[in-house]
């Protein structure tokens, strides 16, 4: 007997009259169980407050989260081809695409910013994991580029949240193909001196391991992140063996020295802004005083 459907809804529905009670007004905890109130959960961006577990995080939300005030620059969306190989399995690529766009009410599963992280001027991307699985394809490949290019171009640092199953199978080769475009950025950005810093979130497998979420200068990790490049289960398989408990967790990567910090998703913004400023060799008040300056000269900013 499920207690929330079975009795909490009908008591809302009768105390409400006969307006519908929303599916997702309470969220369940994966690892205990624990039913939470959804806008108790946003309120504690996404980390269930008994247990600590970090529920996914919406890629806008992260953003605001993350820039001072809320406040920054989308940057925009590049223009690609669409459905350039005229995918179908159980449903149109297309319809796909579609589908997706109105639910999470963005273009492709990357989502850009610039602005200040205490103080600190820099470049955000951040996967939308909702929109197809938060897979690379064309789109996405073009945004991380672009957001790259303008890292470069305004002199700051970048930070990425990748959150993705890999590449977007309906692209083929043509998704593929990012997974060099994307490292070609990352050197780019490192040749300009500047820092590159990655946020690993649950999960990130597949090609977006296997090329721009592991070229960081620093590697930070969410507790309890799924971080690997093919599956558990197809490991297993293929070795025969029972794996270690918490494999290709972010607490077991850390272990074996694959990630530098694992940090809990409300000292992120704290921790990327110290990171940074060691990188950059600006003390703490230096950074403060050229943030004033940048706010400035920052393009108009927008809302999120």
């Not at 449903?91 to 796909?96: E, N």
């Not at 998704?175 to 950005?189: D, E, G, I, K, Y």
């Not at 110290?274 to 004033?292: C, D, H, S, T």
Request: glycine residues 8%; charged residues 25%.
């Amino acid at each position: 007997m499920n207690w929330i459907t079975n009795y909490v809804r009908p008591k809302i529905n009768s105390m409400l009259g006969r307006r519908e009670v929303p599916e997702n007004l309470w969220i369940k905890c994966p690892e205990t169980g624990e039913m939470v109130f959804h806008r108790d959960l946003e309120e504690n961006k996404w980390v269930i407050p008994q247990s600590g577990f970090h529920m996914k995080m919406p890629a806008k939300a992260r953003l605001k989260d993350l820039f001072d005030g809320g406040i920054y620059e989308t940057l925009p969306q590049p223009k690609v081809a669409q459905d350039p190989l005229k995918f179908r399995d159980s449903k149109k690529y297309v319809d796909r695409l579609r589908d997706s766009r109105a639910k999470t009410e963005l273009e492709d599963t990357i989502v850009a910013g610039l602005g200040l992280v205490q103080g600190v001027k820099l470049v955000a991307v951040v996967h939308e994991f909702n929109f197809i699985g938060g897979s690379l394809g064309m789109a996405a490949g073009e945004a991380i580029v672009k957001a790259f290019e303008r890292a470069i171009a305004e002199r700051c640092p970048l930070v990425i949240f990748p959150a993705s199953g890999g590449a977007r199978m309906q692209e083929g080769i043509l998704s593929l193909m990012q997974l060099p475009r994307t490292t070609v950025a990352v050197n780019m950005l490192k040749e300009a001196g500047l820092p590159y810093i990655v946020v690993l979130t649950n999960p990130t497998t597949g090609g977006v391991t296997a090329s721009y979420a592991m070229l960081g200068d620093i590697h930070i990790a969410e507790p309890g992140a799924e971080i690997g490049f093919a599956g558990k289960r197809v490991i297993e398989q293929t070795l025969r063996e029972k794996l270690p408990e918490g494999f290709q967790t972010s607490e077991y990567l850390l272990e074996h020295g694959m990630v530098d910090m694992v940090v809990k998703r409300h000292e992120i913004p704290a921790t990327i802004a110290r990171v940074l400023q060691i990188l950059m060799k600006k003390p703490a008040e230096a950074a403060k005083r050229e943030a004033g300056s940048d706010v400035a000269t920052l393009p108009l900013a927008a809302r999120a």
